[in-house]
Nanobody, 124 residues
Framework: QVQLVESGGGVVQAGGSLRLSCAAS????????MGWFRQAPGKEREFVAT????????YYADSVKGRFAVSRDNAKNTIYLVMISLNAEDTAVYYC?????????????????WGQGTQVTVSS
């Protein structure tokens, strides 16, 4: 069983930045592709970013490309999401997810484990 715990959310002004972290335990982290997703009130959960098991392949949603950066530290069993130039549309609960295979995907249905989420609120 894999446990994922997100942290780093909060309230930030428009144009500001945040770094989210997701710590994993209970599995072989270096063999898992990881993803970040978000869900705004009244909306479906949407893909944000994904990174494969090695950290070499990264893919982003068009809405965050150039502003968000995903990375991972397999020695620390942790992934990160650095977010800059935040705007009100980025307000959501952000979730990390683990897929027990090395290749990444933006399809949330293909992820096996999910964290509890961390709230990001961007004030204008």
């Amino acid at each position: 069983q894999v446990q994922l715990v997100e942290s780093g959310g909060g309230v930030v002004q428009a144009g500001g930045s945040l770094r989210l972290s997701c710590a994993a335990s209970g599995g072989t982290f270096s063999r898992y592709a990881m993803g970040w997703f978000r869900q705004a009130p009244g909306k479906e959960r949407e893909f944000v970013a994904t990174v494969d098991a090695s950290g070499a392949y990264k893919y982003y949603a068009d809405s965050v490309k150039g502003r968000f950066a995903v990375s991972r530290d397999n020695a620390k069993n942790t992934i990160y999401l650095v977010m800059i130039s935040l705007n009100a549309e980025d307000t959501a609960v952000y979730y990390c997810a683990a897929r027990t295979t090395i290749s990444s995907t933006g399809d949330p249905a293909r992820y096996d484990y999910w964290g509890q989420g961390t709230q990001v609120t961007v004030s204008s």
